[in-house]
């Protein structure tokens, strides 16, 4: 079965900082791979989706990057500020079956 | 993207009573799915409901305690019967969609049982 984690689970930083953020997978028979932000008592927001044949996905101060061979992902932040504040997980979905595997999440406080 | 619309968005209710939480998506998908995510932790999938069939409730999951339905190609309910305070939970509505197979969500339905 697939395993997700995320590591750190809980990161703060000043505003302005560039911050990563790392997603690691036991199986690296991935059909796409997919980070959501996810404020509190809220539902998910779709961040970026890379699937299994990408190196990296990129919108605005947002980058993330695939290895499959190594099940690792990142999520790279730039010049952050506080709205960017929230829970950040990633989730992947395997080449056979429907369902998503979701990492643990890693809060995010981007201090003013 | 698809746009998911969830209500109830947040609901305190009684022990021992059920809750029926409702999904409407802007577009016709095929499969549906509902999550649970409990206080603190990710989130677990409780089932996967396609039109015009039974869902399909993962491992620890039963229809007694979740009945879902799935009337048509843009619509679905979970209902939460017989709630007891390990119920409290925030339940999301899903469905990926198009070649990529995107996830997307709904904004939640907050549940609390006292």
Not at chain 1, 81 to 106: H, K, M, R, W
Request: glycine share 8%; charged share 15%; hydrophobic share 35%.
């Amino acid at each position: 079965k697939q395993e997700v984690t995320q590591i750190p689970a809980a990161l703060s930083v000043p505003e302005g900082e560039n911050l990563v953020l790392n997603c690691s997978f036991t199986d690296s028979a991935i059909y796409n791979l997919q980070w959501f932000r996810q404020d509190p008592g809220k539902g998910l927001t779709s961040l970026l989706l890379i699937q299994s044949s990408q190196r990296e996905q990129t919108s605005g101060r947002l980058n993330a990057s695939l290895d499959k061979s190594s099940g690792r992902s990142t999520l790279y932040i730039a010049a952050s500020q506080p709205g960017d504040s929230a829970t950040y997980l990633c989730a992947v979905i395997p080449n056979t079956g429907n369902q998503f595997y979701f990492g643990t999440g890693t809060s995010l406080t981007v201090i003013p | 993207s698809a746009v998911i619309s969830q209500k109830p968005s947040r609901d305190i209710c009684q022990r021992g009573t059920s809750l029926t939480i409702q999904c409407q998506v802007d577009s016709q998908v095929t499969m549906m799915f509902w999550y649970r995510q409990q206080p603190g932790q990710s989130l677990t999938l409780i089932a996967t409901a396609n039109q015009g069939s039974e869902a399909t409730y993962e491992s620890g999951f039963v229809i007694d305690k979740f009945p879902i339905s799935r009337p048509n190609l843009t619509f679905s309910t979970l209902t939460v019967s017989n709630m007891s305070p390990e119920d409290s939970s925030i339940y999301l509505c899903s469905v990926n969609q198009g070649g990529t197979g995107e996830l997307f969500f709904g904004e939640g339905s907050r549940l609390t049982v006292l």
